[in-house]
């Protein structure tokens, strides 16, 4: 069974970065994606960026150029990288994980989730 957990959330002034990590363990095969997710009260989850076991990644527009997706293979850990962070980057983070290979941001496409960490950005 896929388990997800994230961590690295916190409270950060605007324009300070922070890195967050989802553990992963559980993968069955070896072909997988792995998104970043938020979602602020009262808003839909928004997908940030994804990054699969072919080592592609994509972004959402409102983040390119600000946050990066990463991997530590030997540590099972996917990283986000968020920098410049704004007060409308205060949400709950997530990441989450599925068996394919596809370049998307929809949540549909993934199947296991995290508990999410929570981002607060103060101005």
């Known amino acids: 069974e896929v388990q997800l957990v994230e961590s690295g959330g916190g409270l950060v002034q605007a324009g300070g970065s922070l890195r967050l990590s989802c553990a992963t363990s559980g993968f069955a095969y070896d072909f997988y994606a792995i998104g970043w997710f938020r979602q602020a009260p009262g808003k839909e989850r928004e997908g940030l960026a994804c990054?699969?076991?072919?080592?592609?990644?994509y972004y959402a527009d409102s983040v390119r150029g600000r946050f990066a997706i990463s991997t530590d293979s030997a540590k099972n850990t996917v990283y986000l990288q968020m920098n410049n962070l704004k007060p409308e980057d205060t949400a709950v983070y997530y990441c989450?994980?599925?068996?394919?290979?596809?370049?998307?941001?929809?949540?549909?496409?993934?199947?296991?989730w995290g508990q999410g960490t929570q981002v607060t950005v103060s101005s």
């Open positions: 989450a994980a599925d068996y394919h290979t596809l370049e998307t941001l929809e949540s549909r496409y993934y199947a296991h």
């Open positions: 990054i699969n076991s072919r080592a592609s990644t």
